[in-house]
C-alpha cells in the first residue's frame, strides 16, 4: 500500500513561485513520496521534527505518518529561505 502525499496552505504557495522547469523536478519528487517516503538523500531535521528532501536549489520539508500511510509536506522553498 503507498503512502497519500499531503501539501499544506505554505507548501502549495512555495510550489507555486517555482519557475516551471524545477516545478516538475519538484512535483516528480513529491510523487516519489508516494511509493518510497524515506528516500535515498533525505535528511532528517536537526531543530526540527521531519525530514528534508533536496532537489536542486529546492527543499522539501515533510513529515511521515507511517499509521496513516500519509506524507505532510509543510514547506517547499528555495534553500537560502526555506529554513526561515
Known amino acids: 500500500m503507498g503512502y497519500r502525499v499531503e501539501l499544506e496552505p505554505r507548501a502549495v504557495r512555495g510550489f507555486e513561485t517555482i519557475s516551471s ?27 526540527i ?5 533536496s532537489v536542486g536549489d529546492y527543499r522539501i520539508l515533510y513529515t511521515v505518518n507511517d499509521e496513516n500511510h500519509t506524507v505532510t509536506v509543510w514547506r517547499i522553498g528555495h534553500r537560502r529561505d526555506v529554513y526561515r
Open 21 to 47: 522547469r524545477d516545478r516538475r523536478r519538484v512535483a516528480e519528487r513529491l510523487k516519489s513520496l508516494e511509493v518510497k517516503p524515506r528516500p535515498a538523500g533525505c535528511r532528517k531535521l536537526k531543530a
Open 49 to 53: 521534527p521531519g525530514l528534508r528532501l
